[in-house]
């Protein structure tokens, strides 16, 4: 008995230190919750974007049954296309190893321990970035009033009024309230603290002429020109302040409204919400939580990409995914990807770059081009959990795994032969190939990042779309922010939660605190 058991602790002491070497152990956003690991590929908050990817598989029973019923209505051809797909793949499995990692993670640039939270926050948006919204934003006054006339109540803004209309909207992400003009009433939602720095007048006269480009080139044709330069200026911020770990993940972040509010609000509240006219993805590493690339898509008219046309999803999420990996290629990096992205075409034309990749599969929303029918449909006979069947081609694995529902997943990054586990607290361990094990690790990580990432989404809604990018990357800024202080000395001199470390900006972008820029 005792040597049974402690056989057991073996086993569960491999378990954990794989499931440390797959997701983060540190909360970079300092605080504790719980783990989404009921369901690996479910998170216990509703508002996580993730549940997609739990309904869609198990939606893929019903569409399966359709596929397996309809094979002999195909057109003429396609029954010889089908089967040759099917004698592409097969049952013998082989190893494969994904080449070792070619560059290093972590923060690109060493911090004093004396840094304030202003500092890390200029990384991403620095003094001169600042002072072109300032140069802009007069120009846009000067060009209004010309046109409609002048106000007498306006002058120019100054860089230090620039950075305190930044706090001041900036300070709903902590203080969560209906309107930023809240500060200044006598309401639950005012804050006397902040209120004197700048008057309530004033503020409203710099939102009104608030801009980052003020006019149209008449060479551009992009949608967010409004917003492009600075979007460009923060790409580039981003791949110099930071480098990723070996795995990263594609997604669409949590970026609706407070998941509190979805919960509590009735359904025709939320037909009354305005849908948004715009899609945002980033490329996130799944060891510090750092959001490495933004891309944003606009969901009506063509942008410069001319992605504004493409009518089908599958096709533009993989143009999606291209524009977040062009900075990838010959890294060996392993790239998790959803429904929506996962594809045949997609993983080859990646792997050639030397990004390997492990993605869900959905027979609704992904593109199963080149995949074997057989291994689409659901089998007649009942499976018991943790059961999986596998099939190669060449160095891409398709996997069938069933738990509670059938899961697909397609990987070249994982052998298929390699076996890991689902740890679940009530049920025990359920065995799954090492792709799964991987793919739950990852995205029950990132399911935890977007539960407590809407926690600090500034609150102001514009209704001009720009201004809704503008303000949604601000929120990502500062989330990159904190990582970056969390893993440099300054956190060891004074440890700010994600709140007090949000609290501490604001009152640093308004002048109130002391602070020495050290770049």
Not at 500 to 516: K, Y
Request: proline fraction near 4%.
């Amino acid at each position: 008995m005792a040597e049974c058991g402690r056989k057991a602790l073996s086993v569960m002491e491999a378990v954990r230190s794989r499931y440390e070497s797959l997701q983060i152990s540190d909360d970079v956003l300092g605080e504790s919750g719980d783990d989404s690991s009921e369901n690996p590929f479910y998170s216990t908050s509703g508002g996580s974007s993730s549940e997609n990817y739990t309904s869609e598989s198990n939606g893929d029973e019903q569409r399966s049954a359709e596929m397996s019923g309809n094979q002999s209505g195909h057109p003429p051809g396609s029954v010889s296309n089908i089967q040759a797909e099917e004698e592409s793949w097969t049952d013998a499995l082989r190893e494969i190893t994904v080449p070792a990692f070619k560059d290093t993670c972590g923060p690109a640039q060493k911090m004093p321990a004396n840094a304030s939270t202003i500092d890390f926050f200029q990384f991403f948006v620095p003094d001169n970035v600042i002072q072109n919204m300032v140069t802009q934003t007069n120009m846009y006054a000067k060009k209004f009033q010309e046109r409609f006339g002048s106000d007498e109540g306006w002058c120019n803004v100054t860089l230090s009024e620039m950075k305190a209309f930044l706090g001041y909207v900036t300070s709903t992400s902590i203080h969560r309230c209906d309107s930023v003009l809240s500060i200044w009433t006598n309401g639950f939602y005012s804050n006397k603290s902040i209120a004197l720095i700048m008057t309530q007048s004033r503020f409203e006269k710099i939102l009104k002429y608030f801009h980052i480009v003020a006019f149209r080139s008449s060479q551009t044709s992009n949608g967010l020109y409004k917003i492009q330069p600075f979007l460009d200026s923060l790409q580039q911020s981003l791949e110099c302040s930071f480098r990723p770990s070996q795995t990263q993940v594609l997604h669409e972040p949590l970026i609706d409204e407070d998941p509190v509010f979805i919960t509590t609000c009735t359904e025709r509240e939320l037909r009354k919400r305005k849908k948004r006219k715009f899609s945002l993805w980033v490329r996130q590493c799944t060891a510090s939580g750092f959001i490495c690339q933004v891309y944003v898509h606009l969901k009506e008219g063509a942008g410069s990409d001319n992605l504004g046309t493409l009518k089908n999803k599958p096709q533009l999420h993989s143009l999606v995914a291209r524009q977040l990996c062009q900075n990838l290629s010959g890294k060996n990096s392993i790239i998790f990807t959803g429904p929506s992205i996962t594809s045949l075409n997609l993983f080859e034309e990646f792997e050639k770059q030397d990004i390997y990749c492990c993605g869900l599969l959905s027979s609704r929303k992904s593109d199963c081009t080149g995949l074997p029918q057989s291994m689409l449909t659901n089998p007649d006979a009942p499976q018991r959990r943790g059961q999986y069947t596998t099939k190669m081609k060449g160095n891409m694995s398709l996997i069938c795994w069933h738990n509670k529902g059938h899961f697909r997943f397609l990987t070249n990054a994982y052998s298929p032969s390699k076996q890991g586990v689902i740890i679940k607290r009530k049920r025990g361990e359920v065995p799954c190939p090492l792709a799964v094990e991987a793919f739950a690790a990852h995205l029950s990580y990132i399911c935890k990042y977007d539960d407590k990432y809407s926690k600090y989404f500034i609150s102001h809604k514009p209704n001009k779309t720009w201004q809704q990018v503008f303000w949604l990357t601000i929120s990502i800024v500062i989330n990159n922010a904190y990582i970056l202080y969390k893993m440099s000395d300054a956190y060891h001199m004074k440890r700010y939660s994600r709140a007090q470390f949000g609290e501490r900006l604001v009152r640093e972008l308004l002048g109130l605190e002391d602070c020495s820029p050290t770049h």
